[in-house]
Each structure stands twice: as structure tokens, then as C-alpha cells.
């Protein structure tokens, strides 16, 4: 490098005091052989970030953890779920086996399956009418008809058509985060299409 293009630089990196800061993938790449003030000081700041990548690494794999924990208990709990299916021959034992079942999650506190009927036609038309299914939040006046005062999240699954409900299973849980619109539900909607055959063919 000329001393032309190193005294650039060097007025550069005056004129802009931030640019190593803003600019961290700079800063990680340097190699300092030279345990001067400056080259210390850029030391601190490379260790200091070191730090924060390493905590930010640990809080993701923290995360995937539990995330893959949590799939694992969904899994054996869904499975459990199907083979109640087949060894129950009646609406009432079934939701009451499914009910148990599904309550041994930590995070879920109360699960019903009950036949539709006229009352709760407002919430499948304002929760369920577009893709039979919801996750999220729901008012007061909704969680009345399924729910506990506690109940602060909820999964709803209409089983049947809008046009044509039949049933309706319903998740709740205490944890206002735990249902949310952009949750994977592949295990249930799987246990769902298994369900609403399972209950036509009790009928």
C-alpha cells in the first residue's frame, strides 16, 4: 500500500470517527500486531464484540432448544391424540380423552371439543370463516363461550365447513405469546383432518 493511499485512509478514518463502529465486519477482520494505544483500544472493541456475537449465538441456540423441545411434546402428545381416534366410539369420551391428553402440556390449560351450535355461529364467522382455523387473541365475549377468565392466547379449529360446522376444538393457554397467527400448526391441522373424519363417521 503507498503511503499516498495509507495517509487517505488514515484522513478518512479522522473525518469519520464512527466508521469502525458502524462498521463491525471491518473491525473483525483486522489483525493488530502492534500493541499501541489505538491498536488496544480496537482490541477492547473487537473482544466487546466478540462477546455480544457469542451471547447473541448462545440466546439462538437457547432458542432452537426449546422450539425443538416443544415440537418434540407437541409430536408424542398429537400422536397419542390419533390413536384416541380409533380406540374411542363416542363424542363425550372422546373430547374427555382428548382433553387430558392434550392439558399435559405445560403451556396449555384447557382444550375442548364440543358440537356446534347456533351460539357459536358470531365466532366462527368472525374468527373461522376464512381458513377454518385461528391463532391469537380473542375478545371477552368469545372466550366466554369456550374458555376460563384466565385464558389469555387460543387455537380454534372448526371442524366441517363454514357453511356446514360441525364441531368446534379449541385450544387455550395462559400465556398470552403462546397462540399467535404466524405459529407453525402443521401437527394439528394433520390431527384436525383425522378428527373431522373420525367424528363424521361416529354421527
Known sequence: ????????????????PDFIVNNPDVLA????HQQTEAATSLVHIQQRQLREHNTLLKNKIATLIEQ????????????????QLWSNYDFNTLASNLRNIICMSPTINECKLVRYDSAFEGLV????????HYLGRVNQQERDL??????QSTALYLIGEPTNPYAILAFGSHDENHFEPSQDNLFVLDFVRSLQIRLLELA
Open 125 to 132: 364467522e368472525h374468527r373461522l370463516s376464512d381458513s377454518n
Open 1 to 16: 500500500m503507498s503511503k499516498q493511499t495509507e495517509q487517505q485512509i488514515a484522513e478518512y478514518l479522522k473525518a469519520h
Open 68 to 83: 425443538a423441545k416443544e415440537n418434540e411434546l407437541i409430536y408424542r402428545l398429537f400422536s397419542e391424540c390419533h390413536r
Open 146 to 151: 369456550l374458555f376460563n377468565d384466565d385464558t
Open 29 to 32: 477482520g483486522l489483525e493488530l
